[in-house]
């Protein structure tokens, strides 16, 4: 899975999505995001605060290798959750500049 991620993140004729914010993002990275999300599904828990990278867990979080695609990665589900594609809400959590979401 790293190279595929690397390859489809490396890829300058790739097809792209915009996202909240004016962003965009590949649309091979979008996909994974919401694939990793979706496999990690039925371990989330009612009343617990995630971040995208608990969700997705260490190993995802670690093939994204940079901050710039780990911060991509997580405009891509903050879209999702914005689309109403995942059950989940944006919650203030402290004052972390990461989002922070739990189940509605």
Known sequence: MTQILKNKLGSKSQKTIELL?????????????????????????????YTLEELCGDEFWLILETPNNQRMAGRCFAHMVDQGRFPFEFIQYKNSKTKHYILR
Do not use: F, N, R, S
């Not at 999300?37 to 371990?43: F, P, T």
């Open 21 to 49: 914010g004016g962003y965009t993002a590949p649309v091979a990275l979008y996909e994974i995001v919401a694939k990793q999300v979706e496999d990690a599904m039925h371990q989330v828990q009612v009343g617990k605060i």
